[in-house]
């Protein structure tokens, strides 16, 4: 159980809050459209960007990059360290200041994972031979991708979030919205009242977190949780919200 004390003299958005990064949804865009196949909410849409990909030239980049996306998000995306990219130069500069040890350690994971069902891709041996071939190439994708495909679905998807953020904000009014709110999105929530504290029901031991941390997604099908350092992050398909 992961518990998150509450003060009663301190307003809830004080211990909730939330994330969005359109370099996040960028990424998590670029997992869906990895799988063979696609959620059903993404099809049409996956089947429009691989056209665009070979009208433009990106094909092959994406063939090379996808086993980096084809079982999960590289942790260089994670909202909580690029919500603050905004547009696809901040993109470029985001990854240029990454150090090629951070790059590099964060995909092997992913390759790991990737190497467990298929035959070792080449951007495998390049990472461990030239990682930085790699982010370059990597960079380029990134950002033509953004550019040429992705700019004009953030713009779509955008107002999505700003609806979330004010649903978000109304649900820490007080206690019993704010349970009803996260329930909705993680039926293992609770109040614990004696307590003071929000309890999201695990099989992990008892601890605490000082902080929630919810991260609505457009491009993500289910929910999922992770502690990271004091907090506890929620991650959770737009729609469930609105159920």
Same mark, same amino acid.
């Given at each position: ?7 009663? !003299?301190?307003?809830?958005? !004080? ?21 063979i196949e696609p959620p059903e909410p993404y099809q049409v849409w996956t089947n %429009? ?40 130069? %901040?993109?470029? @500069? $985001? ?43 990597? !960079? ?10 992705? %700019? ?16 978000i904000q109304q649900a820490c009014a007080d206690f019993p919205t704010l349970q009803?709110?996260? $329930? ?25 977190? @000082? ?24 991650? $959770? ?7």
């Open positions: 159980m992961i518990l998150i004390p509450l003060s009663g !003299n301190s307003p809830l958005s !004080n211990h909730v809050s939330y994330h969005v990064s359109p370099l996040y949804e960028l990424a998590a865009s670029l997992h869906a459209l990895a799988q %429009e960007v691989i056209e665009r990909f070979r009208m433009e030239g990106l094909f092959n980049d994406w063939d090379y990059l996808c086993p980096l996306f084809r079982y999960g998000i590289p942790d260089l995306f994670e909202a909580d360290q690029t919500k603050g990219v905004m547009s696809v130069s %901040e993109l470029y @500069q $985001y990854f240029v200041t990454l150090t090629t040890d951070a790059f590099a350690q964060s995909l092997k994971p992913l390759i790991a994972s990737w190497n467990h069902y298929h035959e070792r891709p080449p951007v495998a041996d390049d990472i461990q031979n030239d990682p930085d071939f790699v982010k370059g190439r990597f !960079n380029l994708f990134m950002s033509s991708y953004w550019q040429l495909l992705f %700019e004009a679905t953030w713009e779509k998807i955008a107002p999505l979030f700003v609806t979330e953020a004010e649903r009803s709110y996260l $329930y909705k999105l993680f039926p293992s929530f609770s109040f614990q009242e004696e307590r003071n504290m929000l309890a999201l029901h695990t099989s992990d031991p008892d601890e605490q977190v @000082q902080s929630l941390i919810l991260q609505p997604s457009y491009f993500t099908c289910s929910t999922s949780h992770s502690k990271k350092k004091t907090s506890l992050y929620l991650l $959770y398909p737009l729609s469930y919200s609105s159920r």
